[in-house]
């Protein structure tokens, strides 16, 4: 829980995520963002599984729910945020994308470890972003408008 902490305040420092776990959109948004973190080689440690809204950690929602009650703490405070290149680099993609993009890129990319798995490889790039976007939208109408952008950032920067 302290390395969530310390990531969290990093985020925070960088103004791309304000710790508030009150709305469902800041649970949500954390979710994404723990579970992108792992493709930077940021791993915290937490488990996801498929869910509704894309990749999901029940051991992520109890640390955050149990950070919470601790947050202003003065052990906190003290807290020096993580800080290294990997983290920098993660904080950059995180810039100006919205909730909906994180939980578009966070499902993308955990159907594209499916395909993967399935033999689809960088190669076919073509053929990766078609069958991408295709499950991305079956699982996500409301994405889209956006799934064409959220297609060309997974690929981009992850295939």
């Given amino acids: 829980m302290v390395e969530l902490a310390k990531f969290i305040k990093a985020l925070e420092d960088a103004g791309v995520y304000k710790f508030k776990i009150d709305s469902f959109e800041d649970r949500l948004r954390l979710q994404k963002i723990v579970y992108i973190a792992k493709y930077f ?34 052990e906190l405070k003290r807290l020096k945020p993580l800080d290294d290149e990997k983290l920098r680099e993660l904080i950059k993609f995180l810039k100006d994308k919205s909730t909906d993009e994180l939980e578009g ?8 470890d499916i ?20 499950l991305i939208e079956s699982r996500k109408p409301f994405l889209s408008s956006i799934i064409y952008n959220i297609t060309n950032i997974v690929i981009s920067n992850f295939a």
Avoid: H, Q, V
Avoid at 41 to 66: C, H, M, Q, V
Avoid at 105 to 112: D, E, Q, R, S
Avoid at 116 to 132: E, S, T, V, Y
């Fill in 115 to 134: 395909l993967k798995r399935k033999g689809i490889r960088d190669r076919d790039k073509g053929i990766l972003k078609k069958k991408l976007a295709i």
């Fill in 105 to 112: 890129i966070a499902t993308g990319l955990m159907f594209l």
């Fill in 41 to 74: 080689d940021i791993d915290l440690g937490y488990t996801f599984n498929e869910y509704l809204r894309g990749p999901y950690s029940p051991e992520l929602a109890n640390d955050y729910y149990k950070l919470n009650e601790i947050w202003n703490s003065d």
